[in-house]
């Protein structure tokens, strides 16, 4: 399991090597803003008007750029005599940056502050870990919630994410009832914490059960494998937007469904009584 992992993986990194090579290496040299793919060069004196824009690759400037310069996937290098007017701002970096988004980050301010965009992602979803240890109950019916009906948890979550909004501005135009708009935003984050948590756990016994099918992974165990793989997910590029929206929309989903089943169940029926046993009555022995 761990060769074939490791195979995967060095294919992968060859893979993005190979794509990221040609934008490195074809470099063109650009006279006005606008948006480019791979690596552009400003010449020394050339004036360049508007903002610049570069995808998947470098921004090498020796001239005047008059406008904003962005970078994504790649790093602005100004060289010596390069001047920019605007805002520099660039999202990763190189092939490093992007297999491991939490590598240190290109800065041309301070290129030794590194990118706690890991330290942040951790932080957060560790509160789903303490909100399962506060409400570990609950976080169980959510996760029955998200395990017997996925389809109808994110439908849930995409028409509770529509309705934040509109009840809020609802309750602000009432007046007397704008203090609710706490208690609905309180609601909506305990919401998406018990979502990512049951998600996390539900993540994290399938791995570990797959990885060892005779045994029974602890949900403590469970729930702290889940947290990290959902964390490494949601710091993949462009990838991790998308995992971010889905946790939190399907966690809220999931969560609506759990008080709504309660809502609408009732009270618990008692079990059944057993008929008496009929029959001659059995000699004493």
């Known amino acids: 399991m761990s060769a074939?992992?490791?195979a995967i993986?060095?294919?992968?990194?060859?893979?993005?090597?190979?794509?990221a090579a040609p934008?490195?290496?074809?470099?063109q040299a650009i006279y006005h803003g606008?948006?480019?793919?791979?690596?552009?060069?400003?010449?020394?004196?050339?004036?360049v008007d508007g903002d610049l824009t570069v995808i998947f690759g470098d921004a090498i400037n020796e001239g005047i750029i008059e406008g904003d310069v962005n970078v994504i996937g790649g790093a602005y290098d100004p060289r010596s005599r390069g001047v920019v007017t605007g805002q520099i701002n660039q999202i990763g970096g190189a092939v490093t940056q992007a297999v491991v988004p939490w590598a240190p980050s290109e800065s041309p301010s301070n290129p030794f502050v590194p990118d706690h965009r890991l330290l942040w992602r951790i932080s957060w979803?560790?509160?789903?870990?303490?909100?399962?240890?506060?409400?570990?109950?609950?976080?169980?019916?959510?996760?029955?919630?998200?395990?017997?009906?996925?389809?109808?948890?994110?439908?849930?979550g995409v028409l509770g994410s529509m309705a934040v909004i509109p009840l809020a501005v609802l309750l602000a135009i009432t007046i007397l009832l704008i203090p609710l708009i706490v208690l609905e935003l309180v609601f909506v984050l305990a919401g998406i914490?018990?979502?990512?948590a049951a998600l996390a756990l539900l993540i994290g016994r399938r791995?570990?059960?797959?990885?060892?099918?005779?045994?029974t992974p602890s949900p403590l165990l469970a729930l702290v494998v889940g947290i990290v793989l959902i964390s490494a997910a949601e710091l993949v590029p462009v990838v991790g937007t998308l995992v971010l929206i889905f946790v939190g929309v399907i966690g809220l989903g999931a969560t609506v469904l759990s008080f709504a089943g309660e809502a609408f169940a009732g009270p618990a029926s008692p079990p059944p009584r057993r008929a008496p046993i009929s029959g001659p009555p059995m000699a004493a022995g």
């Open 125 to 156: 979803n560790l509160l789903a870990l303490l909100v399962f240890l506060i409400f570990p109950l609950r976080t169980r019916m959510v996760l029955d919630r998200l395990e017997g009906h996925p389809g109808l948890s994110v439908t849930a």
């Open 23 to 27: 934008a490195a290496a074809d470099t």
């Open 34 to 47: 606008g948006t480019y793919f791979g690596s552009v060069f400003v010449e020394p004196g050339q004036v």
């Open 9 to 19: 993986a060095l294919f992968c990194l060859a893979g993005l090597a190979l794509l």
């Open 4 to 6: 074939r992992t490791a």
């Open 207 to 215: 791995l570990c059960e797959l990885v060892s099918p005779s045994t």
């Open 193 to 196: 914490f018990l979502g990512t």
